[in-house]
């Protein structure tokens, strides 16, 4: 099962269990719960479920695993040949880390993949 959800103008394809990388939240210490009601698209194996442009009552539970990082440095540099003008600038972006817990898709049929199903060996009594 597989969702697509909306958050600051991005979208994430995700599954229960995956960690997530969003846009800094300045309020979120580990563990505590984040929502995510925009879901655009569930599909749980067959079907698709597509929202006009959202799933209403869909929800995605997810967990803060790390509150807070940083991510790679951007240096901009700017040079204006035989005028000696240079400026150098940086930006390096925070990050908040989340891990999916549930997916709620109200009326959503999941179907069970043959891989998933685990059938016993048959044993030879004697």
Sequence with gaps: MFVVIEDGNRQYTIQEGETLTIDYRA??????????????????GGASSIGTPTIEGASVEA?????????????VQKFRRRKNSRRHTGHRQKY??????????PGLEVVESAAAEETEPATAEG
Excluded: R
Aim: avoid cysteine; charged fraction near 20%; aromatic fraction near 4%.
């Design 27 to 44: 309020t979120a210490k580990a563990g505590d719960p984040i929502t995510f009601e925009n879901v655009l698209l569930a599909n749980g």
């Design 63 to 75: 967990e803060v695993v790390q509150p807070e990082f940083k991510g790679v440095k951007l240096e």
């Design 96 to 105: 908040t880390t989340v891990q999916i817990k549930t997916i709620n898709v």
